[in-house]
Nanobody, 114 residues
Framework: QVQLVESGGGFVQPGGSLRLSCVAS????????MDWYRQAPGKERELVAA???????SYADSVKGRFTISRDNAGNTGYLQMNSLKPEDTAVYYC????????WGQGTQVTVSS
């Protein structure tokens, strides 16, 4: 079974940057689009960014211009570059492949605070 593992989260001050990674156990991102979601305490999970199989990207309005989603050419690693971070970006971030047969990763915590 394909596994997704997120990393790169941490504690950062407002205005700082983090780069999240999502490593798949197989090169699935050549076949499927990839999404990054986040869930803050007491809030519903929300879609933050998405990249299609063909490479088209889309972003939630709240992160547009600050976050960039990408993937490597091998198709087994995806990224979320997060710049100009705000306290409201604090959440657990998850990556997902556009397939119901591929389980989500365990998530990585991002905390933005002064």
């Amino acid at each position: 079974q394909v596994q997704l593992v997120e990393s790169g989260g941490g504690f950062v001050q407002p205005g700082g940057s983090l780069r999240l990674s999502c490593v798949a156990s197989r090169s699935i991102f050549r076949m499927y689009g990839m999404d990054w979601y986040r869930q803050a305490p007491g809030k519903e999970r929300e879609l933050v960014a998405a990249i299609t199989r063909s490479g088209s990207t889309s972003y939630a309005d709240s992160v547009k211009g600050r976050f960039t989603i990408s993937r490597d050419n091998a198709g087994n690693t995806g990224y979320l570059q997060m710049n100009s971070l705000k306290p409201e970006d604090t959440a657990v971030y998850y990556c997902a492949a556009d397939s119901v047969f591929i389980p989500w990763g365990q998530g990585t915590q991002v905390t933005v605070s002064s």
